[in-house]
C-alpha cells in the first residue's frame, strides 16, 4: 500500500555560507508569568538570536539585510539534573526552548501543538519589534546606544505589515513595549501603533482568521490578553457611540468572542489596531467589505482598499514570452473559427431536414 511520508528538510545540517549570527543582538522572550498592578512578572525568559543573510540589489550597489531568528535557551544546561543521573532533565529545557523554531506550523490538532504555534508566533513577532524598536532609538546605523527617545517620527521609519492574522499579536506586543517599557501614555502609544500597521487578509478561509481560546493566552501571555481587552473595551465604547443600543453589532465586532469557548478574535483585532485593510484582488476586497468584514467596513470605510497580488498568466505570459503568447493567441483564434464553421454547418444540417 502506497502513502505519502513527510521528512524534515535538514537545511542546516551543514550550515549556510551566507547567513551570520548576531549573538551581541540577543533578545529575551517572555512567557508566561503574572501580572501585578500592569506589571509583567515570574516570566519564562526564551533567547531570540539573529541570523542575518545579506539580499544585494540588482546592479544598484544596495544590500539589504534578511533577519531570522533562532530560539535559544537561557539555561543550556542543567549541571545539577546531570549529577543527579537525570540526563535528559539535564537538556530538558534547552529542547523545549529550542523547538520553538524547530519546526514552522507544527501540527495543531492537539493542545501542546496549539500552544507552541502560538509561541512560534509571539517569539517571532516580540523580537522582530524589539528590534525594530532598538533600531529606531539607536543613534547611527549599527549603534546599540540609545539617543532617540520620542516615539513621534516611529510610523515614519517603520511601516509593518500583517500578513493574515499570523502576526496579530505584533499589535499587543507593540503596545506593552510602548506603554510598560518606553513608558508612554496610552492614547499617544495607540495612536503611533495604528499609524504603523497595516493588515493583509489573502483568504477568507478560517486558518487565516486565527481564534486563540482565551485561557491559552491567559496562561502563555497573560499581559497581552490584559492589553487586548483594554482595545475592546475603548472599541466598543466607539461602537456604542455610532450605534447606540445596537447591541447585537457589539457582539459581533467585540474582539472578545463569548458563544461557546471564550476566544480572542485576531482579525478584529488587527483591523482595530491598523490604519488600512486590503484584499489581494479586487472581487476578494469587495468580499470583505460587503460579507466578512462589512461591520468593520461601515465603521472605517477609509481604512478598506485593494492591493492586487499578482498577475493573471495571460498577462504574465504577454509580458514574458510574446513569441509564445502570439502562437496560444493564433492557435485559440483558429479554435474559435473551427468552432463557428462547425456549429454553422450542423445549423444548415438542421435547418435542412
Not at 495571460?314 to 483564434?333: A, E
Request: charged share 25%; glycine share 6%.
Amino acid at each position: 500500500r502506497s502513502s505519502d511520508l513527510e521528512y524534515p528538510d535538514e537545511w542546516l545540517r551543514f550550515g549556510n555560507p551566507w547567513e551570520k549570527p548576531r549573538p551581541e543582538y540577543t533578545i529575551p522572550i517572555n512567557f508566561y508569568g503574572r501580572v501585578v498592578d500592569g506589571e509583567w512578572k515570574d516570566t519564562h525568559i526564551v533567547l531570540a538570536m539573529p541570523y542575518d543573510t545579506p539580499i544585494p540589489g540588482y546592479g544598484n550597489d544596495t544590500v539589504n539585510t534578511l533577519r531570522l531568528w533562532s530560539a535559544k535557551a537561557s539555561r543550556t544546561f542543567e549541571l545539577g539534573d546531570f549529577n543527579q543521573g537525570d540526563y535528559i532533565g539535564a537538556v530538558l529545557g534547552r529542547n523545549q526552548a529550542e523547538n520553538i523554531s524547530r519546526v514552522l506550523y507544527p501540527n495543531d490538532n492537539f493542545f501542546e501543538g496549539k500552544e507552541l504555534r502560538l509561541k512560534q508566533e509571539y517569539f517571532m513577532v516580540s523580537a522582530t519589534l524589539q528590534d525594530i524598536v532598538r533600531r529606531y532609538k539607536a543613534s547611527k546605523f549599527g549603534s546599540r546606544h540609545a539617543v532617540r527617545e520620542s516615539f513621534e517620527q516611529f510610523p515614519e521609519k517603520a511601516a509593518i505589515q500583517l500578513n493574515d492574522t499570523h502576526p496579530s499579536l505584533a499589535i499587543p506586543e507593540l503596545m506593552r513595549i510602548f506603554t510598560d517599557l518606553e513608558k508612554l501614555a496610552w492614547e499617544d502609544a495607540w495612536k503611533i501603533c495604528q499609524a504603523t500597521f497595516g493588515y493583509t487578509n489573502h483568504t477568507v478561509l478560517p486558518e487565516a482568521l486565527e481564534r486563540w481560546p482565551v485561557h491559552m493566552l491567559q496562561n502563555l501571555l497573560p499581559r497581552h490578553l490584559e492589553i487586548i481587552y483594554k482595545i475592546n473595551h475603548l472599541f466598543l465604547q466607539e461602537v456604542s457611540a455610532k450605534w447606540p443600543g445596537d447591541f447585537d453589532r457589539m457582539r459581533r465586532m467585540s474582539l472578545v468572542e463569548e458563544e461557546g469557548e471564550k476566544r480572542i478574535n485576531m482579525a478584529h483585532l488587527s483591523i482595530v489596531g491598523s490604519h488600512a485593510v486590503n484584499g489581494v484582488a479586487r472581487l476578494h476586497s469587495e468580499i470583505l467589505k460587503a460579507r466578512v468584514f462589512k461591520d468593520f467596513y461601515e465603521m472605517y470605510p477609509e481604512k478598506f482598499q485593494n492591493k492586487t497580488n499578482g498577475i493573471t498568466p495571460r498577462r504574465w505570459l504577454k509580458l514574458c514570452n510574446p513569441g509564445l503568447s502570439d502562437i496560444v493567441s493564433d492557435v485559440r483564434r483558429r479554435s474559435e473559427t473551427t468552432k463557428r464553421v462547425k456549429h454553422t454547418i450542423v445549423s444548415f444540417c438542421r435547418e435542412s431536414g
